[in-house]
């Protein structure tokens, strides 16, 4: 993994506003993923995306850690089933 495809959890906290302990709380819980090296915590940019949705459920919507994880399980169940969905819709178009 490059550097260039990490970010420093410290960095991330000040840009975001958000407390160090939240993040490692969300990790202990494991919502995100950190990775470490060098004595340094990092989150991968492409998992920046999922660590802002945790984030804003936490902050914006008071949601706790344990909500969290049961809306995420949710929101991946509806992706899954919406690719199903158009999967089952192309296989119909055969038919058509």
């Known amino acids: ?20 302990n939240l993040i490692e709380e969300l990790e202990d819980f494991g919502l995100i993923e950190i990775h470490q090296d060098n004595g340094l915590k ?15 459920f936490h902050n914006e919507l008071n949601i706790n850690k344990e909500g969290i994880e049961v809306v995420l399980n949710l929101l991946e169940r509806l992706n899954q089933l919406n690719e199903d969905v158009r999967h089952l819709k192309d296989k119909l178009k055969l038919y058509e």
């Open 42 to 56: 990092y989150i991968q940019i492409t998992h920046l995306p999922q660590v802002e949705k945790v984030i804003r």
């Open 1 to 20: 993994m490059e550097q260039q495809d990490l970010i420093i959890i410290d960095v991330f906290c000040k840009e975001y506003h958000v407390e160090i």
